[in-house]
């Protein structure tokens, strides 16, 4: 295979990612051609929103893109490479968690950009400032992928699969799980008519203080300081939420147990 | 008891809290007669930043003070309380989680102000963006620390006890168990070679997001898709990291039954 130029960009989706990665590459200067996804209203959403075409229907999958990327849910990718063809594209997928080998039996040249971020449709990012982490069949491909993707990211790492997989968990703690905790702030918040305003500071400043001191340094709180009384009052006060007190004793431990490491 | 004026103050701590307390209390123009600390390398840290004195010997706190504000752990306010006396004085305590009444043998009137923050010694914080919470023993006590906690917070809230005791498991939710789940993300980076720069970008947008989203809508992964293939991906990648793999299940689970509920 010669020198691939991209120019022309088919994406496959149009769900959080897709909605956010398009508009970065069309400002990047490139020529998005197509939108794909599986129900039309999506489709059409994000192919008016780039000022492109769009479908619902595989068949009617454009075929003169160089790049087909592919921004579907995990399940929804495995579901639609399974008999489809782009031999002599190059194929990427998104995806913190997918074998890069499983784009094999689309095209002889594939790869992965994983861009490290949590995305919505209702919330416009920033992707020059997002990290974007490439894998490719082979080194040519790495290339054009790294020269792609720097137009819109300016944070590129070459990865390995295993790192790749575990940067993603290490993801799923920091962002999904996180995110979380803070569901869960806000309804004990709630069930004592108070407002989440009154932790927004709070969590603020425990996000921005990892910017100059290491996690484990920036800790506070009765599991830190092992204050047995605070636990059980808490403890206590939990249980009428049975789940969230389970939350509250294995993460106690856990702090309990790192801060008798370090010592 | 007549209206009482705060202009002296006695800070009874010099650890995290009391390290950004106490400058903003200067700052906002009273007079910190003297810092207390159970160790004289501590006390006199704080005294000779804020240029007052300072003791580690309990006999030896200043006996003309208006107000005694105790920023010590739980654990050794307890301790400290026993048998001391500062009757005639505001004494307050700045605990989520203990008891208003506790402070009852000390003086006639007390209170609680309870900033909904983390602090550490290493990190400067804006206290007038911090939500300071008061309780009192009646209500001119309550009036008193209004006026003196409204010079150096712009956000003042008057809760109950059981409002603070939820207030601060939220707390600890939003923020002590996030960051804890920093300090996992950052262990499992490290274990693939990776810098924690990688995920710092997901950090900050997971925090900022939802103050444009609420948290279960702002939620995205692996588990809120109840993707099974990836989360067992995940499990079996965390069999080196036990404990890990355990906050992981629980935390994916609740995130998963979450989701049911809400559809």
């Known amino acids: 295979m010669g020198k691939v130029k991209i120019s ?36 059409g959403r994000l192919g008016k929103l780039i000022g492109c075409g769009f479908t619902s229907i595989k068949s009617e999958i454009c075929k003169d893109g160089d790049i087909y990327i592919f921004a579907l849910a995990d399940d929804a990718l495995r579901e639609f490479i399974d008999g489809f063809c782009l031999s002599g594209k190059i194929v990427v997928h998104t995806s913190g968690s997918l074998d890069l080998a499983l784009l094999a039996s689309l095209s002889e040249t594939y790869g992965i950009l994983y861009p490290v971020q949590t995305f919505s449709k ?35 790492y070459f990865l390995n699969s295993e790192q790749r997989g575990k940067l993603h968990i290490a993801a799923v703690f920091a962002c999904n799980f996180v995110n979380h905790l803070y569901t869960v702030s806000s309804e004990i918040l709630s069930s004592a008519d108070l407002p989440f305003d009154l932790i927004r500071p709070l969590i603020r400043e425990t996000a921005n203080k990892i910017n100059d001191l290491p996690p484990d340094v920036a ?35 856990d702090i309990i147990s790192s801060g008798e490491k370090s010592r």
């Open 122 to 156: 209702e919330r416009k990012v920033n992707f020059m400032q997002i990290p974007v982490c490439i894998e490719a069949s082979d080194d040519i491909t790495k290339q054009i992928l790294f020269d792609f993707a720097e137009t819109f990211s300016s944070e590129i």
């Open 219 to 253: 800790q506070t709180g009765p599991a830190v300081r092992n204050d047995q009384l605070v636990i059980k009052r808490h403890l206590d006060l939990l249980s009428f939420l049975p789940q969230y007190k389970k939350i509250y004793e294995l993460i106690t431990e």
């Open 8 to 43: 022309k960009v088919v994406m496959i989706g149009a769900g959080n990612l897709a909605s956010q990665l398009a508009p970065a590459i069309k400002k990047a200067g490139f020529n998005i051609v197509q939108i794909y996804s599986r129900t039309e209203v999506s489709a």
